[in-house]
């Protein structure tokens, strides 16, 4: 048994958090802060994600085994090679890439770059900054729309713009680079042409060499039904996605999976951990619109529950650099999860709100992604998505319909979901 400590505070490290705590190898699970869900699965501690020295006292002195990473900021910013170059520290498993392999998602350039040196389709795309922004509005007009503009550096998922009209895509493509519309993130710009089909994301567990592809998980970025209006950090996810059957999947694995791992190989990336492969099937065939270097959210809420596997034995595996032994047993029935949000979001909304009705929630899980507890130990809203319900069937609609009759029994004041999670797909 090890003591085990997990960085995160939303509904994905919730539901890690769930998982870890089944194991019987798990010994005290600390959360890093976590929220008012986690404390359900562990002890929640207050540490930043980015305080690389307090982490590292936390480690020392609680003795830990393990540290699996949630989001992608510390990874970004270096923390596995904080920990492998620390004597104190490059004993315990770390689970997540080093700075190195972190730029798969840190920059969308670095990444176009690594999917051209080793085959993986993708869109045609060029690369632009301040210096270029005239060869860049050039680069536009040769492009059919819709125009793809995404900031290389990490912008919280709101650096993707696809815009219609050429004269929308020049001016934003100024504000980004000349006026530094999400900071320092849009100093370099990556247009691509834009690809028309079925998003999906693919999640791969890979120690550098050998890997695990998990379920497959489709989910909803945009805030109003019918996939219109302002991106979000996602408001539902369903797992696995119906056409993404053994033929689709067998290309991703050949094409991009396979590839991918290769080419973290090649490069020498210390990577054990997370690739979320953001995909677009074109007519039966896949291609990479995005890589990041953990888990998606809300897509974990429901490719987790459905993991059957130890997932601290696949963690174990992952350090040890033998996943070619790991046993990954999934559950067959179909997820789906509706993410409830607040009133507002994602513009400005209300934090410090009372939610009722959470303990009424039978059949289905509920994870907590923005929420908290007050002294008298009172569920209270604390962030734009509040709560992710995940329920399972053996069919899309039975699954969803659960979870929507979950979601009926959960209030609180200006709540808010999408009722059309899903419904394309059925």
């Known amino acids: 048994m090890m003591d085990i400590l997990l960085l995160g505070s939303g509904g994905r490290e919730h539901a890690i958090a769930a998982k870890i705590a089944e194991s019987p190898q798990c010994g005290k699970l600390y959360i890093a802060p976590g929220n008012a869900g ?18 590292r006292k936390f480690v020392i002195e609680k003795r830990i085994g393990m540290v699996v990473v949630g989001p992608e900021a510390p990874l970004v910013a270096g923390l596995q090679d904080f920990f492998a170059q620390d004597e104190a520290l490059k ?49 536009l007009h040769t492009l059919q729309p819709p125009y793809v503009l995404k900031a290389d550096g990490l912008a919280a998922g709101k650096g993707v713009l696809i815009l219609d009209r050429i004269e929308e895509a020049e001016q934003e493509l100024r504000e980004m680079l000349a006026h530094a519309k999400f900071g320092a993130a849009s100093a370099k710009v990556v247009i691509e042409e834009f690809l028309k089909g079925i998003e999906l994301s693919v999640f791969v567990l890979t120690d550098g060499e050998h890997y695990c592809i998990l379920p497959s998980a489709k989910d909803y970025k945009r805030i109003g039904e019918g996939d219109t209006g302002l991106n979000t950090g996602g408001m539902g996810s369903v797992s696995p996605v119906p056409f993404a059957d053994e033929t689709f999947m067998r ?29 677009m099937n074109k007519g039966g065939d896949p291609y990479v619109i995005e890589y990041n270097v953990r888990m998606g959210d809300p897509e974990t809420e429901s490719v987790f529950p459905r993991i059957n596997s130890d997932v601290v034995e696949l963690f174990k595996q992952t350090w040890n650099g033998t996943l070619d032994q790991a046993e990954l047993r999934i559950n067959p029935q179909t997820a789906a999860c509706v993410m409830m949000v607040a009133g507002g979001y994602p513009g400005s909304y209300a934090k410090g709100l009372p939610i009722q009705g959470v303990e009424q929630v039978s059949g289905s899980l509920v994870f907590h992604a923005g929420t ?26 039975e699954a969803l319909a659960k979870s929507y009759a979950s979601v009926g029994n959960i209030h609180w004041q200006d709540c808010y979901y999408r009722r059309d999670i899903g419904k394309d797909l059925l």
């Not at 190195?100 to 051209?116: I, N, P, R, T």
């Not at 290769?262 to 020498?268: M, N, P, V």
Request: hydrophobic share 40%; aromatic share 10%; with cysteine.
């Open 372 to 397: 908290k507890r007050n002294t008298e130990g009172q569920l209270l809203t604390n962030g734009g998505r509040v709560l992710c319900v995940t329920s399972f069937a053996d069919s899309l609609e």
């Open 38 to 55: 986690t404390s359900q699965c562990g002890e929640n501690v207050a540490l930043d994600n980015t305080d690389f020295e307090a982490i």
């Open 91 to 139: 004993q315990v498993a770390f689970i997540g890439p080093s700075r190195q392999g972190a730029m798969l998602e840190g920059s969308k350039d670095f990444a176009k770059a690594f999917m051209q040196r080793h085959g993986i389709p993708t869109a045609a795309y060029r690369s632009f900054t301040q210096e270029t922004l005239e060869e860049g509005i050039a680069f």
């Open 251 to 279: 290309k991703v694995e050949e094409r991009i999976v396979r590839p991918t791992v290769q080419g973290i190989q090649a490069e020498k990336m210390d990577y054990k951990g997370f690739v979320f492969l953001g995909l």
